[in-house]
T-cell receptor, first 111, second 111 residues
Framework: EDQVTQSPEALRLQEGESSSLNCSYT??????LFWYRQDPGKGPEFLFT???AGEEKEKERLKATLTKKESFLHITAPKPEDSATYLC????????????FGTGTLLAVQP | NAGVTQTPKFRILKIGQSMTLQCTQD?????MYWYRQDPGMGLKLIYY???????DKGEVPNGYNVSRSTTEDFPLRLELAAPSQTSVYFC??????????FGSGTRLTVV
């Protein structure tokens, strides 16, 4: 069964304290691995898509990486405005193009 | 360009009542999805559509119905609301570049 597991469930960082969020996935025929940011009361907002092992993408203080079993979201020198829930999702092959989501990591960055 | 628009934002229903959650997208996307998000459970797929006139069940379809008469609209119908349907509902459409675009959600409480 296709599954996505994120860890930790919650993470509290001091401003400037770098860290990484983990996303482990088991999926048949991975088509893409997605990262989203979700702020309270809002819908998920697209961050990155990774398609193959070894791929990396960066946006400001965020960098996403992908292996055959895991993806990491590295946060470098975070700021309070980076506080949000970060969601990981896998997209399997097939006609539906549906995403399977992890339960997310709630990140709090304190000034 | 409005993206994905959901209405209403909030709703309280009594047990046994019915309602329709509206979802409209203006990006001419063929694929559309309805997810529900419960605390600690991640996003679960309710129904999806690969184009006008074509819909299919996701992981948790019981108690819901959908229709897709146009490319733009993908309403979700709740018949005989139950407390277990208390959740936040997200509609999404799938594009080529940015993957899923989500609406801002409908927070539904069944009492």
């Amino acid at each position: 069964e296709d599954q996505v597991t994120q860890s930790p469930e919650a993470l509290r960082l001091q401003e400037g304290e770098s860290s990484s969020l983990n996303c482990s996935y088991t999926v048949s025929g991975l088509r893409g691995l997605f990262w989203y940011r979700q702020d309270p009361g809002k819908g998920p907002e697209f961050l990155f898509t990774l398609y193959s092992a070894g791929e990396e993408k960066e946006k400001e203080r965020l960098k996403a990486t992908l292996t055959k079993k895991e993806s990491f979201l590295h946060i470098t020198a975070p700021k309070p405005e980076d506080s949000a829930t970060y969601l990981c999702a896998s997209q399997a092959g097939g006609a539906t193009n549906k995403l399977i989501f992890g339960t997310g990591t709630l990140l709090a960055v304190q000034p | 360009n409005a993206g994905v628009t959901q209405t209403p934002k909030f709703r309280i229903l009594k047990i046994g009542q019915s309602m329709t959650l509206q979802c409209t997208q203006d990006m001419n996307h063929n694929y559309m999805y309805w997810y529900r998000q419960d605390p600690g459970m991640g996003l679960k797929l309710i129904y999806y559509s690969v184009g006008a006139g074509i819909t299919d069940k996701g992981e948790v379809p019981n108690g819901y119905n959908v229709s897709r008469s146009t490319t733009e609209d993908f309403p979700l119908r709740l018949e005989l609301a139950a407390p277990s349907q208390t959740s936040v509902y997200f509609c999404a459409s799938l594009g080529e570049v940015y993957g899923y675009t989500f609406g801002s959600g409908t927070r539904l409480t069944v009492v």
